[in-house]
């Protein structure tokens, strides 16, 4: 559906520790939008902080679908 949303997530470390949070407004968007945007802010901010790699997990089946094309 499209409704009013905000998105974000948590990124720990392979031990489990968090590292760091983030969100961001969407005003008004679809939930699969919602999923990705939360997906590609998490990636930008990474390299930010000396990380290359990563392992992304979300609940959505179609943000799955969408980023294995």
């Known amino acids: ?29 679809f939930v699969i939008e919602a999923e990705l945007w939360g997906i590609k802010d998490g990636l930008e901010l ?3 902080r000396n990380y290359d790699s990563v392992l992304i997990q979300t609940d959505s089946i179609e943000a799955i679908n969408a980023i294995q094309g």
Request: with cysteine; charged share 20%.
């Open 1 to 29: 559906k499209n409704g009013f949303v905000a998105t974000g997530g948590v990124l720990w470390d392979r031990s489990e520790r968090w590292i760091f949070g983030y969100n961001r407004h969407l005003r008004f968007c």
């Open 46 to 48: 990474l390299p930010q």
